[in-house]
T-cell receptor
Framework: AQSVTQLDSHVSVSEGTPVLLRCNYS??????LFWYVQHPNKGLQLLLK??????LVKGINGFEAEFKKSETSFHLTKPSAHMSDAAEYFC???????????FGSGTQLTVLP | DTAVSQTPKYLVTQMGNDKSIKCEQN?????MYWYKQDSKKFLKIMFS???????INETVPNRFSPKSPDKAHLNLHINSLELGDSAVYFC??????????????FGNGTRLTVT
């Protein structure tokens, strides 16, 4: 069994300040983890992905995430928020194929000028 | 050059009607999906096809019927539409195998509103 919990439904940051979007997972086996971003009226776009390699994963647009097995976390960070980062972010877990993805409930990121 | 394209983008219809949503992918993937995103942004898989064969059929009313004429197309037909069917429907594709090496590619969604 697997599950994923996004700890914040909404996060607001000022432009130029750091972003932290929190995700905890539960999995019976070694998971693969993903972050997807959804801009308004758009489909989901892959930001980054993790499997059993390096624990710090770099993605597109300056985002990165760190896998911490002891904390069962996979938080998404960015050093400096940009207005274009405003979107919905989804943490996703699977222990196998793309058919077995479990999506988190999403975190709405607002970037204030 | 859109990788996964869905039509229509918006669909407004009355209860009881029948409607279809079309999806096409040009990525050469062999697996396609339909997801439903509700008003709270929660995403749930509905169907998955691999090379035109139905692989996943979650607990979805029989009024929903997917059809895959070839591995690049997956359409969704909905009969007797109900108010609760209002949602955004996403088509996605991937290559068979582990999700890490073949993550999902999503279309831009079809916003269905049933009045």
């Amino acid at each position: 069994a697997q599950s994923v919990t996004q700890l914040d439904s909404h996060v607001s940051v000022s432009e130029g300040t750091p972003v932290l979007l929190r995700c905890n997972y539960s999995s019976s086996y070694s998971p693969s983890l993903f972050w997807y971003v959804q801009h308004p009226n758009k489909g989901l776009q892959l930001l980054l992905k993790y499997t059993s390699a390096a624990t710090l994963v770099k993605g597109i647009n300056g985002f990165e995430a760190e896998f911490k097995k002891s904390e069962t976390s996979f938080h998404l960070t960015k050093p400096s928020a940009h207005m274009s980062d405003a979107a919905e972010y989804f943490c996703v877990v699977t222990t196998g194929s793309a058919r077995q993805l479990t999506f988190g409930s999403g975190t709405q990121l607002t970037v204030l000028p | 050059d859109t990788a996964v394209s869905q039509t229509p983008k918006y669909l407004v219809t009355q209860m009881g009607n029948d409607k279809s949503i079309k999806c096409e992918q040009n990525l050469g993937h062999d697996t396609m999906y339909w997801y439903k995103q509700d008003s709270k942004k929660f995403l749930k898989i509905m169907f998955s096809y691999n090379n035109k064969e139905l692989i996943i059929n979650e607990t979805v009313p029989n009024r929903f019927s997917p059809k895959s004429p070839d591995k690049a197309h997956l359409n969704l037909h909905i009969n007797s539409l109900e108010l609760g069917d209002s949602a955004v429907y996403f088509c996605a594709s991937s290559q068979v195998g582990d999700a890490y090496n073949s993550p999902l590619h999503f279309g831009n969604g079809t916003r269905l509103t049933v009045t």
